[in-house]
């Protein structure tokens, strides 16, 4: 990142916090005559020392404030041969089956069940595994058969692949995974497909920095959805697509947008049971609890975000699947480093790791948390946390 681009960063959060140049210049015991060129780019603020306190006085995550992840590790659960593998399949475009080789749709659904209960236990790595080939078996499967059934099976795969890749920091890719569902989605004509294939589009351009555009289009997807509610499972969709524009909009900082898209998917909540897993998107109360959290973290407002958090109780974390329970806590961790509690957020992160380890050793978001801490330590990072940092292959 540049400095001019830096310095609008900085001046974005600076006025976040309702903080003027003068103030925010005395926290960081300098002039404001600095801030003032830091802020326009005409002097650099790039030193790690100087980020670490920026970032104390913003209260706001490195990962937040220089809008970068950690760079992905050859080591990590995402190997760089399984991406081009991975890439492999999705750009192919099979016309035909090949002879001799008809496809076991029976076998075929039961190895993308497999899948997604592996993404719903954290396993990416067993995802990422077994992912080339069921696109491949799918892609083929519906070359050969042309029908409805082929048709929704090969877009609940590129749905798997758009979500896993998107977890794991393969922004591009998660985004090309979800067009091609979506391609075969509008073909169908099926609002519920469409809305179900297109917020994946929509998270995929939100981590790569398009927050009002993943906004846009998860209103639109919302707006589309209303005429279509015929069950509790069309309203889980409808709710959680309102869920993801509300993370958008945090991110865009519009706090507005984030209520009312929140209170919104409330009001579908209440007619969807507790614990139901429609789309396999876990949509119900708690999951919207859940999304208040990750809002309220965009918007920098961990103090509100632990707040929420703790009105979980445990039955609800109980019910909650591994994947969503682990990430909640890595919420947590993050916006205990938003508030400066280093102690607890390392609790939170190795509550996470118990619970699904994955989740934070293959994340790029729980990692730049860990780095986060390990930065904010100093030369003297807690055991624990210097452990945890060794284990998810951290370093700063």
Same mark, same amino acid.
Request: proline share 2%; with cysteine; charged share 25%.
């Given at each position: 990142m540049n400095d001019r681009d830096l310095g609008r960063r900085i001046a974005y959060w600076r006025r *976040? *916090?309702?903080? @003027?140049?003068?103030?925010?210049?005395? +926290? #960081?015991?300098?002039?404001?005559?600095?801030?003032?060129?830091?802020?326009?780019?005409?002097?650099?603020?790039?030193?790690?020392?100087?980020?670490?306190?920026?970032?104390?006085?913003?209260?706001?995550?490195?990962?937040?404030?220089?809008?970068?992840?950690?760079?992905?590790?050859?080591?990590?659960?995402?190997?760089?041969?399984?991406?081009? +593998?991975?890439?492999?399949?999705?750009? *192919?475009?099979?016309?035909t089956s090949p002879v001799g080789s008809p496809v076991? @749709?029976?076998?075929?659904?039961?190895?993308?069940?497999?899948?997604?209960?592996?993404?719903?236990?954290?396993?990416?790595?067993?995802?990422?595994?077994? #992912?080339?080939?069921?696109?491949?078996?799918?892609?083929?499967?519906?070359?050969?058969?042309?029908?409805?059934?082929?048709?929704?099976?090969?877009?609940?795969?590129?749905?798997?692949?758009?979500? @896993?890749?998107?977890?794991?920091?393969?922004?591009?890719?998660?985004?090309?995974?979800?067009?091609?569902?979506?391609?075969?989605? +509008?073909?169908?004509?099926?609002?519920?497909?469409?809305a179900a294939t297109g917020f994946r589009i929509a998270n995929a351009l939100l981590s790569i920095g398009r927050a009002r555009q993943a906004q846009a289009l998860n209103i639109s997807l919302a707006e589309t959805l209303q005429s279509e509610l015929r069950d509790e499972a069309d309203r889980a969709l409808y709710g959680h697509v309102l869920l993801q524009a509300a993370i958008a909009a945090a991110t865009a900082g519009d706090q507005v947008g984030v209520r009312d898209l929140v209170a919104e998917a409330e009001d579908a909540a209440r007619v969807v049971s507790p614990g139901s897993n429609h789309? +396999?998107?876990?949509?119900?109360? @708690?999951?919207?609890?859940?999304? *208040?959290?990750?809002? #309220?973290?965009a918007l920098g407002e961990g103090g509100r975000a632990i707040e929420i958090a703790a009105t979980i109780d445990a039955d609800s974390m109980r019910m909650l699947r591994k994947e969503r329970r682990a990430a909640l806590l890595v919420d947590v961790a993050r916006a205990y480093g938003q508030v400066g509690d280093r102690d607890r957020a390392v609790r939170a992160l190795l509550e996470a790791e118990t619970t699904a380890s994955r989740e934070v050793r293959c994340r790029p978001v729980a990692q730049a948390t860990i780095a986060d801490l390990l930065r904010r330590s100093r030369n003297a990072p807690p055991l624990e946390l210097a452990r945890l940092a060794e284990r998810s292959g951290v370093r700063v």
């Open positions: *976040r *916090r309702g903080l @003027t140049q003068a103030v925010f210049a005395d +926290r #960081l015991g300098r002039s404001k005559s600095w801030v003032t060129k830091v802020e326009s780019g005409m002097r650099s603020a790039g030193r790690l020392s100087m980020l670490d306190l920026i970032c104390e006085v913003l209260r706001v995550d490195m990962s937040a404030l220089i809008g970068e992840d950690p760079v992905r590790r050859a080591e990590s659960c995402l190997e760089d041969a399984e991406v081009a +593998r991975i890439q492999s399949a999705l750009e *192919r475009y099979p016309l076991d @749709t029976a076998a075929l659904r039961r190895r993308v069940e497999h899948a997604w209960a592996a993404f719903e236990f954290a396993d990416y790595d067993v995802v990422s595994l077994v #992912l080339p080939g069921i696109i491949e078996e799918a892609q083929h499967g519906h070359a050969a058969w042309d029908d409805d059934g082929s048709a929704l099976l090969l877009i609940e795969v590129y749905q798997l692949a758009s979500s @896993t890749l998107r977890k794991l920091g393969e922004h591009s890719l998660a985004w090309l995974a979800g067009d091609r569902g979506m391609t075969l989605a +509008r073909q169908r004509g099926d609002a519920i497909v469409v789309h +396999r998107l876990a949509f119900d109360s @708690t999951n919207v609890l859940l999304h *208040r959290v990750g809002a #309220l973290l």
